[in-house]
């Protein structure tokens, strides 16, 4: 079976003028280029090697034979949903939520999606083989500007919400000085809501805290949120793909709540099916299935998810809702990829309905314990199909790993795809639960390990 090399589940990363650089970004421009035809919309974060990578991409789709749009800065939302509206496909110059001293390359759909396994293998296989023609003088690109092409997102998603919900609360906005700084805070005022920002200038430095949005780079967040009297304060990663929350009393929302919070509001509005990988905790599953609403499981990564949803909408089942436990929702009827302007929208939608406070809902939901641990291997698959023999005559799932579910909660134990490691996690009612389970599991490993010499 091939394998991807380059990139990983969202797209490849690496340090600057390490194992990212432009002549890398150039290939892949050139390989893209020369698998897909027409015109391809081009976007980055801020990152400051953005102008340096986004040049190397046009350069490559340039001298292939495509034209290329430049969208400029924002969010990969946005260039996801202005590439299914109008473009033969995209790419985003980002490196999502990881150290300024990174940068990647998203690869993105004509249908807004990131792009799939075998698509990707087959790109690889361009750009490691350096097997494409670049054109003559007469057959090479274009490239034009798209400068306002973010104006549409907005207004996508605000006019999903048009009786300005927010009217009468106060939002506190973090888009951590990446893209979203151009675009969650227009959102959120065209939803009535009165918006103040923090780190909202855009700086690839990322001078406020680090694109990752890690509860305690929220503390200035918290801290604005509680002395405006604000409803919530949302934070974004560097691309804004993603979204989390802190509460009315700067208390940060774990995201697998978040997730079962919207989940829930979904569900009470319509029923059907909803996607997400092995990993999330099971309190979205008991809030789904309470309001009527069944579960898929898939591999983790927001494109299974993303491709899920799609395939059982083609195969005629009503799938409501998407998503990771990490702040990354995936709204169907807006667009099949990870969108943090959207769910920073829908949790204005959620409070207008509720007329609750968030931390009042948050402690509404199903109680849950979530333990994770990494063990550092080089034998992790040979682990996982010797534990899967071992624990076969429980009620087994090997979408991705192992999962072993004993009634109300699990474990899972997956090898790392891209580091030397197994993950362990384990997500219960209450802690007693949780620890017996995790022992259990981490005994296993460690004497499957010992018969290695390892
Ligand atoms: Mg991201």
């Given at each position: 079976m091939n394998k991807k090399q380059l990139f990983g589940t969202n797209g490849v990363r690496g340090v600057i003028g390490k194992d990212m650089t432009p002549e890398l970004v150039l290939r892949i421009g050139e390989s893209l280029g020369t698998m897909r035809k027409g015109c391809i919309a081009v976007g980055r974060d801020t990152r400051t090697s953005g102008d340096t990578l986004a040049?190397?991409?046009?350069?490559?789709?340039?001298?292939?034979?495509?034209?290329?749009?430049?969208?400029?800065?924002?969010?990969?939302?946005?260039?996801?949903?202005?590439?299914?509206?109008?473009?033969?496909?995209g790419a985003m110059i980002t490196a999502s939520h990881n150290p300024p001293e990174y940068n990647g390359v998203k690869i993105i759909e004509p249908d807004g999606t990131e792009m799939g396994d075998d698509e990707t293998i087959q790109l690889e296989q361009l750009i490691l083989g350096r097997t494409y023609p670049v054109q003559s003088w007469n057959r090479v690109g274009r490239e034009t500007a798209a400068p306002h092409a973010v104006d549409e997102y907005i207004n996508a998603i605000?006019?999903?919400?048009?009786?300005?919900?927010?009217?009468?609360?106060?939002i506190v906005v973090d888009p951590g000085s990446g893209p979203a700084c151009l675009t969650t805070p227009r959102i959120l005022s065209a939803m009535g809501c009165r918006v103040l920002t923090i780190n909202g200038i855009m700086d690839g430095t990322f001078p406020g805290r680090l694109p990752e949005p890690s509860p305690d780079g929220l503390i200035n967040l918290s801290l604005l949120v509680k002395a405006s009297g604000a409803a919530f304060g949302v934070a974004h990663d560097g691309d804004a793909d993603r979204a989390v929350f802190v509460d009315e009393t700067g208390q940060f929302v774990e995201e697998n709540q978040e997730f079962a919070l919207v989940a829930k509001f979904i569900c009470e509005k319509e029923t059907g099916t909803l996607v997400t990988p092995v990993s999330t905790s099971q309190m979205v599953e008991q809030v789904a299935t309470a309001a009527g609403s069944d579960v898929v499981y898939t591999p983790v990564g927001s494109i299974y998810v993303?491709?899920?949803?799609?395939?059982?909408?083609?195969?005629?089942?009503?799938?409501v809702?998407?998503?990771?436990?990490?702040?990354?929702?995936?709204?169907?009827?807006?667009?099949?990829?990870?969108?943090?302007?959207?769910?920073?929208?829908?949790?204005?939608?959620?409070?207008?309905?509720?007329?609750?406070?968030?931390?009042?809902?948050?402690?509404?939901?199903?109680?849950?314990?979530?333990?994770?641990?990494?063990?550092?291997?080089p034998d992790g698959l040979q682990v996982i199909a010797q534990l899967s023999i071992k624990y076969s005559h429980e009620q087994i799932d090997l979408t991705d790993g192992l999962k072993i579910r004993r009634g109300n909660y699990w474990a899972l134990v997956r090898a790392s795809g891209t580091e030397p490691l197994i993950r362990i996690m384990v997500d219960a009612e209450n802690i007693t639960q949780a620890d017996a389970f995790f022992a259990e599991l981490r005994e296993q490993v460690a004497s499957a390990l010992i018969p290695q010499g390892k």
């Amino acid at each position: 079976m091939n394998k991807k090399q380059l990139f990983g589940t969202n797209g490849v990363r690496g340090v600057i003028g390490k194992d990212m650089t432009p002549e890398l970004v150039l290939r892949i421009g050139e390989s893209l280029g020369t698998m897909r035809k027409g015109c391809i919309a081009v976007g980055r974060d801020t990152r400051t090697s953005g102008d340096t990578l986004a040049g190397a991409i046009k350069a490559g789709l340039l001298a292939t034979g495509c034209d290329v749009v430049d969208c400029g800065i924002l969010p990969t939302p946005a260039l996801q949903y202005i590439v299914r509206e109008h473009y033969d496909g995209g790419a985003m110059i980002t490196a999502s939520h990881n150290p300024p001293e990174y940068n990647g390359v998203k690869i993105i759909e004509p249908d807004g999606t990131e792009m799939g396994d075998d698509e990707t293998i087959q790109l690889e296989q361009l750009i490691l083989g350096r097997t494409y023609p670049v054109q003559s003088w007469n057959r090479v690109g274009r490239e034009t500007a798209a400068p306002h092409a973010v104006d549409e997102y907005i207004n996508a998603i605000a006019s999903q919400f048009p009786n300005r919900p927010g009217t009468g609360m106060t939002i506190v906005v973090d888009p951590g000085s990446g893209p979203a700084c151009l675009t969650t805070p227009r959102i959120l005022s065209a939803m009535g809501c009165r918006v103040l920002t923090i780190n909202g200038i855009m700086d690839g430095t990322f001078p406020g805290r680090l694109p990752e949005p890690s509860p305690d780079g929220l503390i200035n967040l918290s801290l604005l949120v509680k002395a405006s009297g604000a409803a919530f304060g949302v934070a974004h990663d560097g691309d804004a793909d993603r979204a989390v929350f802190v509460d009315e009393t700067g208390q940060f929302v774990e995201e697998n709540q978040e997730f079962a919070l919207v989940a829930k509001f979904i569900c009470e509005k319509e029923t059907g099916t909803l996607v997400t990988p092995v990993s999330t905790s099971q309190m979205v599953e008991q809030v789904a299935t309470a309001a009527g609403s069944d579960v898929v499981y898939t591999p983790v990564g927001s494109i299974y998810v993303a491709r899920k949803m799609r395939e059982l909408i083609a195969a005629k089942r009503t799938v409501v809702f998407g998503g990771e436990g990490n702040g990354g929702l995936i709204f169907p009827n807006h667009q099949f990829c990870r969108d943090g302007g959207m769910t920073a929208a829908m949790m204005v939608a959620i409070l207008a309905r509720a007329q609750q406070p968030l931390s009042t809902l948050i402690a509404g939901l199903p109680r849950r314990i979530m333990k994770k641990e990494k063990i550092p291997t080089p034998d992790g698959l040979q682990v996982i199909a010797q534990l899967s023999i071992k624990y076969s005559h429980e009620q087994i799932d090997l979408t991705d790993g192992l999962k072993i579910r004993r009634g109300n909660y699990w474990a899972l134990v997956r090898a790392s795809g891209t580091e030397p490691l197994i993950r362990i996690m384990v997500d219960a009612e209450n802690i007693t639960q949780a620890d017996a389970f995790f022992a259990e599991l981490r005994e296993q490993v460690a004497s499957a390990l010992i018969p290695q010499g390892k």
